[in-house]
T-cell receptor, first 116, second 115 residues
Framework: DSGVTQTPKHLITATGQRVTLRCSPR?????VYWYQQSLDQGLQFLIQ???????AKGNILERFSAQQFPDLHSELNLSSLELGDSALYFC???????????????FGPGTRLTVL | LAKTTQPISMDSYEGQEVNITCSHN???????ITWYQQFPSQGPRFIIQ???TKVTNEVASLFIPADRKSSTLSLPRVSLSDTAVYYC????????????????FGKGTHLIIQP
């Protein structure tokens, strides 16, 4: 158990809908990262937040957005969903995120999103 | 930031030592090399991290030659439970603002251990 929690575990929805994925980081971790992993794809970095502020951005679509709240939990919002958005979405947290070199990321169990 | 190249897949047998090599020709002075392990439908898990020479922990060893253009993850006496995807990352020594290359996991190496 990494200490990172994600809800829900599974989510099935229809195209065009909007969903929100939630992540609670490990106690004491200030940074939250979001990743997408599709079938046969590597882990794609989406976005990172550090202490409430956006810190780094990866291949995140404009239909997707995220935020980190004062209590440090984070939400990833996915809108106008398409079939291709079906994937495992992972959240990770780290202590600081200001020194990427030695900042170990601890991953949650993931949310499996299925878009029908 | 340095891009990494690693084999798509490898297989070995229980009890053998497995070495997975990662190339990172453009590694910068401040960069570190980090390896993660991922089991199916689970999030990646940190294995080991190093800057130069050799690092060893209870799980693996990491060998980094002097030029740091490659690194080798060594798993001693593997078991069936070591079957997983292994990712090599080069992570930057200082946050550059907006940069995300150090967070690119790629497709990793699928290691399959047979009885």
């Amino acid at each position: 158990d990494s200490g990172v929690t994600q809800t829900p575990k599974h989510l099935i929805t229809a195209t065009g809908q909007r969903v929100t994925l939630r992540c609670s980081p490990r106690s004491g971790d200030l940074s939250v990262y979001w990743y997408q992993q599709s079938l046969d794809q590597g882990l794609q970095f989406l976005i990172q937040y550090y202490n409430g502020e956006e810190r780094a951005k990866g291949n995140i679509l404009e239909r997707f957005s995220a935020q980190q709240f004062p209590d440090l939990h984070s939400e990833l919002n996915l809108s106008s969903l398409e079939l291709g958005d079906s994937a495992l979405y992972f959240c990770a947290s780290s202590v600081s995120g200001t020194r990427l070199s030695t900042d170990t990321q601890y991953f949650g169990p993931g949310t499996r999103l299925t878009v029908l | 930031l340095a891009k990494t190249t690693q084999p798509i897949s490898m297989d070995s047998y229980e009890g053998q030592e497995v070495n997975i090599t990662c190339s990172h020709n453009n590694i910068a002075t401040n960069d570190y090399i980090t390896w993660y392990q991922q089991f199916p439908s689970q999030g990646p898990r940190f294995i080991i991290q190093g800057y130069k020479t050799k690092v060893t922990n209870e799980v693996a060893s990491l060998f980094i030659p002097a030029d740091r253009k490659s690194s080798t993850l060594s798993l001693p006496r593997v078991s069936l439970s070591d079957t997983a995807v292994y990712y090599c990352l080069v992570t930057t020594g200082a946050y550059s603002g907006g940069g995300a290359d150090g967070l690119t996991f790629g497709k990793g190496t699928h290691l399959i251990i047979q009885p």
